[in-house]
């Protein structure tokens, strides 16, 4: 599980419980955030990169209807985000990359998009088939 700072915990906790009421916190503990499973993670440059993130980034733009992030690796064997978008109008894939970049630390932005007409493949719980999707594309 990855694990990220969480500067606002302490503030959130002395105006919902009284102060020393948990005398085991430390104001320097660190707040769980859950990027999703954990063999969905993509290792760009060195740094695990969450593609529930890059996806929430690219479903905030008004065109995007559906996506997925993966991992695909590039000429030089390393692996990038790869995102696979449905839309609802007509947008570049330049102008999606931009749109992520300009919300997200470089390395995380979808070094390739490619869009697809037909909804994302769904699994038996109705998820997008991440599966099916790498099979596909990586």
Do not use: W
Request: with cysteine; glycine share 6%; charged share 30%.
């Amino acid at each position: 599980r990855q694990y990220d700072a969480c500067p606002t915990a302490p503030e959130a906790l002395d105006a919902t419980f009284e102060l020393g009421a948990f005398p085991l916190f430390d104001r320097r503990e660190l707040c769980r955030s859950d990027p999703g499973r954990g063999d969905d993670l993509i290792k760009a440059g060195g740094i695990y990169v969450s593609p529930l993130e890059v996806e929430n980034c690219l479903m905030q733009h008004n065109a995007v209807r559906e996506c997925c992030v993966i991992g695909k690796r590039d000429d030089a064997g390393l692996e990038k985000p790869f995102a696979i978008v449905v839309t609802s109008e007509a947008v570049l894939a330049d102008e999606l990359i931009a749109f992520a970049k300009a919300r997200l630390a470089r390395y995380k932005a979808p070094h390739a998009i490619v869009f697809r007409d037909a909804p994302l493949p769904r699994n038996d719980r109705d998820k997008i088939d991440r599966k099916a999707l790498r099979a596909e594309y990586a």
